[in-house]
């Protein structure tokens, strides 16, 4: 049977902040869920950047509007903010959308409508390689497409990186065409875990996959252990898993997924 994939309605407006410096920008996104009567609310954070003096009450802003938002419900915050933000605060009406993820449509709209100031804290390069959930694909020169700026939630560390999915094997998990955050692999066992995966000997036209890594491993006299088998399964049952040749160097554990970010 398919991935079931379940959505509601929800209601974003782009908050926007009027600088002395830069004229209005948009300050971040609000995002409504009608049915439970909440909201959900992500900020920029490069306020020192471009606030000048400002930037200190701006900063206070998110844990403002995030403490009104939880005590009055949706239409009575929205209403409190059409009646009370100045010239210098307005909100946009608000907008119909489509929601798989709360989370991750808030972050998805953020990056649509907020372009913040690259910092090495709260940015990670985007990767053009289009990483495919489904199987290997052919990918062009692997370069940075740019950045991708993290939610606040998310601690930055080195090495980090996005991505973009393309394939439905991995649904309902990792929707196709969603952009994912991944870390190097390091020390430690990779059965269970989702991970990205290139085949090697290609040049410039690498192949890259996102499955789960499931290995099984047998002892030599020896007393060290070796691969007896590697599968790569998806998550959709709509797809196949396949083996992997242990004897045969040709792929590489490049990556471990850490989440969807939109």
Known sequence: MPAVVSTSEGRYSVLEADLPMLGTVPAGVLLEDPANNAVYLRMRRDWESIADDEADVYELLEDDLNAKASEMGAERFFAWLEANLSNSLRVTDRQPVLVRNFD??????????????????????????????????????????????????????????????????????????????????????????????????????DRYTVKRYVSKKRQRADGSWDHDSIRLEPLNPEHTAWELDPEQERYRVVAEFIDVLY
């Open 104 to 205: 991750q449509t808030l972050n998805r709209l953020y990056s649509q409508h907020v372009q913040s100031t690259f910092s090495a804290r709260t940015h990670v390069p985007l990767w053009s390689l289009r990483v495919a959930a489904g199987r290997f694909l052919d990918n062009a020169e692997v370069e940075p497409e740019g950045y991708e700026e993290l939610p606040a939630t998310v601690r930055n560390a080195s090495g980090l990186f996005a991505a973009r999915i393309v394939g439905t094997s991995m649904e309902p998990l990792i929707p196709d065409g969603s952009v994912c955050l991944f870390r190097p692999f390091g020390a430690g066992t990779r059965n269970g875990k989702l991970v990205l995966v290139e085949e090697l000997g290609r040049g410039l036209n």
